[in-house]
């Protein structure tokens, strides 16, 4: 039987800068069955409470799900994460007791 022995390699994550994060709202008021109405995908955390301000003008309705979806990339980093800002690059750089 062999062993696998597994290297630490450092990645960070971060935000694809080129695919825009998608915003959304969906109304669930209702008991067997919700509301239902989606705002669709929307440009920023804004326009969703806009378009939820307007459901609740029309419908009354205030219980919504919202959505915030990104897109991530893992980035091989050699030594410390690049993209930290100064204070989490210093706690990492702190040896642990
Ligand atoms: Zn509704």
């Known amino acids: ?13 971060s935000q694809d ?3 825009e994060p998608e915003y959304s709202a ?5 008991e067997a069955e919700s509301c239902g109405a989606n705002s669709g995908i929307l440009a920023g955390a804004i326009a969703v409470d806009d ?3 307007g459901r609740m003008k029309e419908t009354g309705h205030t219980e919504f799900r919202r959505r915030f979806d990104d897109f991530a990339i893992l980035r091989r ?21």
């Open 1 to 13: 039987m062999s062993r696998a022995t597994f290297r630490y390699v450092p990645f960070t994550t």
């Open 17 to 19: 800068p080129a695919v």
């Open 26 to 30: 969906y109304c669930v008021v209702g």
């Open 51 to 53: 378009w939820m301000r």
């Open 77 to 97: 980093s050699d030594g410390l994460p690049t993209e930290l800002e100064r204070a989490r690059v210093e706690r990492v750089t702190v040896p642990s007791a």
